[in-house]
């Protein structure tokens, strides 16, 4: 400040105030006589000086007091750039790491769904190993299987929204190194009983010794809902397999075509109300291959006969039953001819 005051133009612009107020003050004395023009004109010039020094020094007050105001002003503003460039650069870096936050968010997104398609394929594994080792269980080897269906319910709608039409049941074996079978169940139908019967089929599987069996399989199965009920009003069915049919060669895949009978039960018995074949949400189905070929009467016998017992208790039963019948039967031809010779 004290450079500017020194400055020439500053002092020109001193000058040029002074002047201008003089010339005011000259202006604003009262005309008189030359005497007295003579006489007061020292005074004037006093006078006049000392008012130009009064105003000159309120200006010099007012000159330094907007310089300070403008050196204030200057020093702000140079505060505010400061603080308005801090701003923009952390601005900038919280934008960066939004920017960083936001694709590391993404990457986690895609981790995380691999992750739930990972599960999702172990909890299948897992379900279907489950389902293994539960079949290994209770592998049957005698030719017969008694299939229990859990979650009866859920399974039915799962078959009537069409996410799962059919269920499998475990295999089971005619021996140690026989024909390996299983049986498919639509539970809502299929074909043309779909929506108004329950379809049991019949489904021959590969084994480890298809090469010494007999092909085409050509022995009787024999289905059973079981009724749960002291009653025992099973729903039994049996058919014969077509030996031309390539559901009955010899599996050149993990499993054969499915055949067996699509009308097995009305679905308006099973749907009742407390209907007998549907207990606690669970319905049992005995599945039989007849390789004595039983005489169809035989098989409500042999169905239902207690699945508790040993198979050689079973079949010494049947046997039983059998030898009961034709004495029976004997008899009753031995009376008949007695009869005709009297």
Known sequence: MLEHYKSEQHQNAIITFICRVLSESTNDQPERGSGMDVDTLPQTTILSSDNVNIQLQKVCQTIDILADGVSTLKGDTQRLSHELLDIRNAIDTWNRDFSALKITIQKERVYLDGLKTNQDVLNQDVASLKQKVDAMQFVSYDGTLLWKITNFSSK??????ERQTSIYSPPFFSSPTGYKMRARLYLNGDGNARRTHMSLFFVLMRSKYDAIL?????????????????????????????????????????????????????????????????????????????????????????????????????????????????????????ETKEVWLL
């Open 156 to 161: 039915m709608a799962d078959a009537q929204s």
């Open 214 to 334: 007999k092909f085409p399989f050509n022995y009787k199965i024999a289905f059973c809902l079981c009724d749960q009920t002291p009653q025992q009003k099973h729903i039994i069915d049996s058919f014969r397999p077509d030996t031309k049919s390539n559901s009955f060669q010899r599996p050149r895949s993990e499993m054969n075509i499915a055949s067996g009978i699509p009308k097995f039960c009305p679905l308006s018995i099973i749907q009742q109300v407390e209907n007998p074949y549907v207990r606690d949400d669970t319905m049992f189905i005995k599945i039989m291959v007849d390789f004595r070929n039983l005489h169809k009467t035989l098989l409500p016998f042999a169905m239902s006969l207690n699945w508790g017992l040993p198979t050689h208790v079973r079949q010494k039963l049947i046997e039983q039953e059998i030898e009961r019948r034709l004495q029976e039967d004997f008899q009753k031809s031995t």
